[in-house]
């Protein structure tokens, strides 16, 4: 199985900052790779499919990049309610989910 | 607007079995149902993240399970009850997590997700 992994685990940001989380894939995956949110005692949420692509209805602060192994989340204005756990995804067979990062308040 | 309900789930001890069921009501905005859909179960583990779990598609046709789970969970659905199923035997303390159901669209991306059922197996 591909194996995703996330950095970083935690960061503490203020409202109004610019915020990267990277995903590195153990072998390439085309771009067959979405994001997620998840909110304390909430499903997660999609956000970005095909690594870049913004699911219908999520704010353009949001954006993803990248191809093969590594991609990126950018918020490119962190607003209070952004802070939350990201999982990246790749959806090829089995799918997997990366380790989340989780975005706190500084 | 669709919605997912999952429940079942409970504390069971090691050895024994659950079966989770995942009720649907309503429709998308684009006026799909239940029975439109690929449907699929995503555990959370405290401390391991999301896990994929199994997925079947709309008409029964296709079913994959995780190879780790070693043949011990089984999905099945009934498109006429608007219910989708995982049956979980032999559990172990490991399988102890929060279940979501949730669609399925364009290839394991997942657009609503149920509100989750909790489970926990321990002796």
């Not at chain 1, 409202?15 to 979405?34: E, M, P």
């Not at chain 1, 756990?85 to 799918?95: H, R």
């Not at chain 2, 598609?57 to 199923?85: E, Q, V």
Request: hydrophobic share 30%; aromatic share 10%; glycine share 10%.
């Amino acid at each position: 199985d591909i194996q995703l992994t996330q950095s970083p685990s935690f960061l503490s940001a203020s409202v109004g900052d610019r915020v990267t989380i990277t995903c590195r894939a153990s072998q390439g995956v085309n771009t067959f790779l979405a994001w997620y949110q998840q909110k304390p005692l909430r499903a997660p949420k999609l956000l970005i499919y095909s690594a870049s692509i913004l699911q219908s209805g999520v704010p353009s602060r949001f954006s993803g990049s990248g191809s093969g192994t590594e991609f990126s989340l950018t918020i490119s204005s962190l607003q209070p309610e952004d802070f939350a756990t990201y999982y990246c995804q790749q959806n090829g067979f089995p799918p997997t989910f990366g380790g989340g990062t989780t975005v706190e308040i500084k | 607007e669709m919605q997912l309900l999952e429940s079942g789930g409970g504390l069971v001890k090691p050895g024994e079995s659950l079966r989770l069921s995942c009720l649907a009501s309503g429709s998308t905005i684009s006026g799909l149902t239940f029975s439109s859909y690929t449907m699929t179960w995503v555990r959370q583990i405290p401390g391991k993240g999301l896990e994929w779990v199994s997925s079947i598609s709309s008409s029964n046709n296709y079913i994959y399970h995780a190879d780790s789970l070693k043949g011990r969970f089984t999905i099945s659905r009934d498109n006429a009850k608007n219910l989708l199923y995982l049956q979980m035997d032999s559990l172990r303390v490991e399988d102890s997590g929060l279940y979501y159901c949730a669609t399925e669209v364009s290839g394991r991306l997942y657009t609503l997700w149920g509100q989750g059922t909790p489970v926990t197996v321990s002796s």
